[in-house]
T-cell receptor, first 112, second 116 residues
Framework: LAKTTQPISMDSYEGQEVNITCSHNNIATNDYITWYQQFPSQGPRFIIQGYKTKVTNEVASLFIPADRKSSTLSLPRVSLSDTAVYYCLVGDWSGGYNKLIFGAGTRLAVHP | GAVVSQHPSRVICKSGTSVKIECRSLDFQATTMFWYRQFPKQSLMLMATSNEGSKATYEQGVEKDKFLINHASLTLSTLTVTSAHPEDSSFYIC????????????FGSGTQLSVL
């Protein structure tokens, strides 16, 4: 059972900033929050990972509030090539070991 | 980032045959590997988790005798789809992680299996 909730789809235009929010109300103390990008017929690609506050890398920023019950992936200036499905994952220790369950993801469509 | 190599990228087989998919971590040792399957327009579904040198742990509803997983070394895991049927046609993706990377998974490029 996935522990995350994201919007099913989003639309944006080239050059705009896109923010995708993920809810993870039952996040555990040791869980990290990780975001992946997937193009059709490819394996997911790591985007960014964080534990709390803000993390920034060359492609995105990740904002995590103090309660860690949600997180927001921010893509600064999207292009057509950012059209993909974005997944938010948190660690799942329910099985006694660390397994990661994918939620439905957010299908982002970037328009010219 | 770390590289996970998955082969073959695409395979077409006849119903009743077995297909083996390999997943290798090229520049790191993978203590744990995961196997997912994905149907069109759907999310990834975790099939099983394998730790090097031990038996795989299968998710509920996944037949362990049909989907044989072997994780014989820290860099190689294989998934064998035995007696494949058309309903097994899917996109199979492996991923690997090490303790040092927390929940950061590195994914293979996936294998599109088509069973005729």
């Amino acid at each position: 059972l996935a522990k995350t909730t994201q919007p099913i789809s989003m639309d944006s235009y080239e050059g705009q900033e896109v923010n995708i929010t993920c809810s993870h109300n039952n996040i555990a103390t040791n869980d990290y929050i990780t975001w992946y990008q997937q193009f059709p017929s490819q394996g997911p690609r790591f985007i960014i990972q964080g534990y709390k506050t803000k993390v920034t890398n060359e492609v995105a920023s990740l904002f995590i509030p103090a309660d860690r019950k949600s997180s927001t992936l921010s893509l600064p200036r999207v292009s057509l090539s950012d059209t993909a499905v974005y997944y938010c994952l948190v660690g799942d220790w329910s099985g006694g070991y660390n397994k990661l369950i994918f939620g439905a993801g957010t299908r982002l469509a970037v328009h010219p | 980032g770390a590289v996970v190599s998955q082969h073959p990228s695409r395979v077409i087989c006849k119903s009743g045959t077995s297909v083996k998919i390999e997943c290798r971590s090229l520049d790191f040792q993978a203590t744990t590997m995961f196997w997912y399957r994905q149907f069109p327009k759907q999310s990834l579904m975790l099939m099983a988790t394998s730790n090097e040198g031990s038996k795989a742990t299968y998710e509920q509803g996944v037949e362990k005798d049909k989907f044989l997983i072997n994780h014989a070394s820290l860099t190689l895991s294989t998934l064998t789809v035995t007696s494949a049927h058309p309903e097994d046609s899917s996109f199979y993706i492996c991923s690997a992680k090490t303790v040092a990377t927390n929940e950061k998974l590195f994914f293979g490029s996936g294998t599109q299996l088509s069973v005729l």
